[in-house]
């Protein structure tokens, strides 16, 4: 079901096991009211037509969706996993894979999805990350992520990848900008 490019191929805890496709966490999002984990395309999936957890019927709704705790990501990090994308088979936090590549030039770095991707850009590249779009929320702590989560997950996909790589044009203008402005301080010294 959903978007899903991996499957868990070892042993699969429960706690990370999503509900509703019975596979492993896949980009893993909290429901703010019960603190239920899913798939994010499982679940953004069920409340476009449900207002309540699949799980437990707590209220529920898309602007309640919650990033996971880094407890989660660390344990889903070690589920081993096989890929459909690009035939990685291993531990989940290995995965690197050639679909979410960086597009900052000169980076090299891939990301086992969206969410690896986008905690990358904003830790490595915040230029690429600048001020949100009038759509999304003006608070500093709403990131891309939490954005992304507001609209539909396939157009926001496409969406989040156009504008990662737009603005990395723009900073690699930047860079570009900065390293010739060293450059030039060079010689004149
Ligand atoms: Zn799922
Ligand atoms: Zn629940
Ligand atoms: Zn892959
Ligand atoms: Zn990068």
């Known amino acids: 079901m959903g978007d899903r490019h991996w499957?868990?191929?070892?042993?699969?805890?429960?706690?990370?096991?999503?509900?509703?496709?019975?596979?492993?966490?896949?980009?893993?999002?909290?429901?703010?009211?019960?603190?239920?984990?899913?798939c994010r395309s499982c679940i953004e999936a069920w409340l476009r037509t449900n207002?309540?957890?699949p799980i437990d019927r707590h209220p529920a709704s898309l602007g309640g969706l919650e990033q996971p705790d880094r407890l989660v990501v660390a344990m889903l990090g070690?589920?081993?996993?096989?890929?459909?994308?690009?035939?990685f088979r291993g531990a989940q936090s290995a995965h690197q894979c050639p679909q979410f590549a960086c597009p900052a030039p000169g980076c090299g770095f891939c990301g086992a999805?969206?969410?690896?991707?986008?905690?990358?850009?904003e830790r490595a590249h915040p230029?690429?990350?600048?001020?949100?779009?009038?759509?999304?929320?003006?608070d500093k702590s709403s990131s891309q992520l939490a954005y992304a989560?507001?609209?539909?997950?396939?157009?926001?996909?496409?969406?989040?990848?156009?504008?990662?790589?737009?603005?990395?044009?723009?900073?690699?203008?930047?860079?570009?900008?900065?390293a010739l402005a060293?450059?030039?301080?060079?010689?004149?010294?």
């Open 7 to 38: 499957t868990v191929t070892g042993p699969l805890d429960a706690n990370l096991q999503c509900a509703v496709c019975s596979d492993g966490l896949d980009e893993p999002r909290k429901l703010a009211g019960c603190g239920h984990y899913f």
């Open 51 to 53: 207002a309540t957890c």
């Open 78 to 87: 070690d589920l081993r996993i096989a890929c459909s994308l690009c035939d």
């Open 113 to 121: 999805d969206n969410d690896h991707l986008l905690r990358h850009t």
């Open 127 to 138: 230029a690429l990350h600048p001020a949100p779009s009038p759509r999304a929320r003006p």
């Open 149 to 178: 989560d507001q609209h539909d997950d396939h157009a926001s996909d496409n969406l989040l990848l156009a504008g990662v790589a737009f603005a990395a044009t723009l900073a690699g203008g930047f860079f570009l900008g900065k």
């Open 182 to 189: 060293n450059n030039s301080k060079k010689e004149r010294q």
